[in-house]
């Protein structure tokens, strides 16, 4: 049957699972409507706010009834910020909902009728608040100094006081440096105007109570000597001070090469696995260490190495996946292709006494040629959201590794992924993570082994 559909009309539906991106599924004549901040099992009104061919997106008018899952959210702007996407949602219903996700992906990308129990319970989190070691916020100035969030899908900005998923110590630094920029007169960005001097801000705090801050600005500001001079002698937890000049309003959280060094140490130390990390600015290190803790865990079990095996860690970033394997196989080659994080991987290694790790600066292709003679046994994978893609599968198809662990934070690249990997190899397990809580992001392990 077909059915013309209009913004602004009126529906009523049941709720029938959780997509990829937090928000309920409805179906209304076979046509699927999203709508945020509902969940399965309930029956809603909704309005339609946009009309696509295949799809149709609505806003939640009435819950007419209730998921006995539904739980009140303890953020207060939860519904306008659009950060966490399942504060709703009870937590052992999220991370059902989170392995139901890698299925349902699977099902969607792989074309193959895979057994569900290939896709294991999902690792929950034992801290579900106060968990980000990173917050890279915008600025913004109507009076005085405010942080907050752009709304899901727009530019609008959401002021906040504090984030509860953020480590309180992020927080407290970052309201500090709000008082003190109100005192000295330093603006953040002026969204009426297209004026200011702080774009954002960049706050990374370690497990060791070190914390690290970057100042993202329009123009240099006379007074943000005087801002760090006070703000450090203030709170001794603040080693190191770095500030970012950008010709045009760009992205939160950008670094280009004007990083400079304003105070303190170049790099901030962190420990994670038993194993120290030193981290610059720009260095990607995961937000949540417990959790991440258990995500290299699971890819050092998958993996189960043997003291004759040589290893990749490909996109090794700092690599801290060679921390966790390096003494449990022979030899292990991190590829990184960014120069900086090459430079904090090597001196972590060194301080660790880790001395069977090459890092190799390189992207994925000229470093596999340069150990064309070595055999490798196990290639270790942890991406982007972008997923490996084609190119770097045909590599890997063409060395055919033992094995292959892949670590991913992206359901859909990986199901992606998985489907062109699966003609030489066998998937044996997928595990998921819980490395985000409140969020509808999915991180997962998963194993492959050489058919």
Same mark, same amino acid.
């Given at each position: 049957?077909?059915?013309?559909?209009?913004?602004?009309?009126?529906?009523?539906?049941?709720?029938?699972?959780?997509?990829?991106?937090?928000?309920?599924?409805?179906?209304?004549?076979?046509?699927?409507?999203?709508?945020?901040?509902?969940?399965?099992?309930?029956?809603?009104?909704?309005?339609?706010?946009?009309?696509?061919?295949?799809?149709?997106?609505?806003?939640?008018?009435?819950?007419?009834?209730?998921?006995?899952?539904?739980?009140?959210?303890?953020?207060?702007?939860?519904?306008?910020?659009?950060?966490?996407?399942?504060?709703?949602?009870?937590?052992?219903?999220?991370?059902?909902?989170?392995?139901?996700?890698?299925?349902?992906?699977?099902?969607?990308?792989?074309?193959?009728?895979?057994?569900?129990?290939?896709?294991?319970?999902?690792?929950?989190?034992?801290?579900?608040?106060?968990?980000?070691?990173?917050?890279?916020?915008?600025?913004?100035?109507?009076?005085?100094?405010?942080?907050?969030?752009?709304?899901?899908?727009?530019?609008?900005?959401?002021?906040?006081?504090?984030?509860?998923?953020?480590?309180?110590?992020?927080?407290?630094?970052?309201?500090?440096?709000?008082?003190?920029?109100?005192?000295?007169?330093?603006?953040?960005?002026?969204?009426?105007?297209?004026?200011?001097?702080?774009?954002?801000?960049?706050?990374?705090?370690?497990?060791?109570?070190?914390?690290?801050?970057?100042?993202?600005?329009?123009?240099?500001?006379?007074?943000?000597?005087?801002?760090?001079?006070?703000?450090?002698?203030?709170?001794?937890?603040?080693?190191?001070?770095?500030?970012?000049?950008?010709?045009?309003?760009?992205?939160?959280?950008?670094?280009?090469?004007?990083?400079?060094?304003?105070?303190?140490?170049?790099?901030?130390?962190?420990?994670?696995?038993?194993?120290?990390?030193?981290?610059?600015?720009?260095?990607?290190?995961?937000?949540?260490?417990?959790?991440?803790?258990?995500?290299?865990?699971?890819?050092?079990?998958?993996?189960?190495?043997?003291?004759?095996?040589?290893?990749?860690?490909?996109?090794?970033?700092?690599?801290?996946?060679?921390?966790?394997?390096?003494?449990?196989?022979?030899?292990?080659?991190?590829?990184? *292709? @960014?120069?900086?994080?090459? /430079?904090?991987? =090597?001196?972590? !290694?060194? +301080?660790?006494? #880790? &001395?069977?790790?090459?890092?190799?600066?390189?992207?994925?292709?000229?470093?596999?040629?340069?150990?064309?003679?070595?055999? *490798? @046994?196990?290639?270790?994978? /942890?991406?982007? =959201?972008?997923? !490996?893609? +084609?190119?770097? #599968? &045909?590599?890997?198809?063409?060395?055919?590794?033992?094995?292959?662990?892949?670590?991913?934070?992206?359901?859909?690249?990986?199901?992606?992924?998985?489907?062109?990997?699966?003609?030489?190899?066998? !998937?044996?397990?997928?595990?998921?993570?819980?490395?985000?809580?409140?969020?509808?992001?999915?991180?997962?392990?998963?194993?492959?082994?050489?058919?």
């Amino acid at each position: 049957m077909n059915q013309s559909f209009e913004v602004g009309q009126r529906l009523n539906i049941d709720i029938k699972k959780i997509g990829i991106n937090g928000e309920g599924i409805g179906y209304y004549n076979k046509m699927a409507i999203f709508v945020d901040h509902v969940l399965p099992e309930e029956n809603v009104d909704v309005e339609l706010v946009e009309v696509y061919d295949k799809r149709l997106v609505a806003k939640v008018v009435d819950i007419k009834t209730k998921s006995p899952h539904r739980v009140e959210p303890f953020c207060p702007i939860f519904r306008e910020c659009g950060g966490c996407q399942l504060q709703h949602l009870a937590s052992d219903e999220v991370a059902k909902t989170k392995r139901d996700i890698i299925l349902e992906a699977l099902k969607r990308y792989t074309h193959r009728n895979l057994p569900s129990n290939i896709v294991k319970d999902t690792i929950s989190a034992d801290i579900e608040r106060d968990y980000r070691y990173k917050a890279s916020l915008p600025v913004r100035f109507n009076g005085k100094n405010h942080v907050g969030m752009f709304k899901a899908n727009s530019r609008k900005f959401v002021q906040m006081d504090a984030c509860p998923i953020q480590h309180p110590l992020v927080n407290e630094i970052i309201g500090e440096i709000l008082h003190l920029m109100n005192i000295y007169k330093i603006k953040g960005y002026d969204d009426k105007y297209k004026s200011g001097d702080v774009s954002s801000l960049v706050v990374r705090v370690s497990s060791l109570d070190e914390v690290q801050v970057t100042f993202v600005m329009l123009r240099h500001h006379k007074k943000l000597g005087a801002l760090v001079e006070e703000i450090t002698e203030k709170d001794p937890r603040i080693k190191s001070v770095f500030r970012v000049l950008e010709k045009k309003h760009q992205n939160v959280g950008f670094f280009n090469k004007s990083l400079t060094k304003l105070y303190g140490k170049d790099m901030i130390d962190e420990e994670l696995g038993g194993y120290q990390f030193q981290l610059k600015p720009e260095a990607f290190f995961q937000l949540n260490p417990p959790q991440a803790n258990k995500f290299y865990q699971e890819m050092v079990r998958l993996a189960d190495l043997k003291k004759y095996h040589v290893a990749i860690d490909a996109f090794a970033g700092t690599a801290p996946v060679s921390h966790y394997i390096a003494d449990k196989c022979s030899k292990v080659y991190a590829i990184e *292709i @960014d120069k900086e994080a090459c /430079d904090s991987a =090597r001196v972590s !290694l060194k +301080k660790n006494g #880790i &001395d069977n790790v090459t890092v190799l600066n390189s992207d994925f292709k000229r470093a596999l040629s340069g150990l064309k003679k070595k055999k *490798i @046994d196990v290639m270790f994978f /942890d991406p982007p =959201r972008t997923g !490996l893609g +084609k190119p770097t #599968i &045909d590599l890997i198809l063409e060395n055919l590794p033992k094995k292959i662990i892949y670590g991913s934070c992206n359901p859909s690249t990986l199901a992606k992924d998985l489907n062109l990997l699966m003609k030489s190899y066998q !998937l044996v397990e997928t595990v998921p993570l819980d490395m985000f809580p409140q969020t509808s992001l999915v991180e997962s392990v998963s194993l492959l082994t050489l058919k």
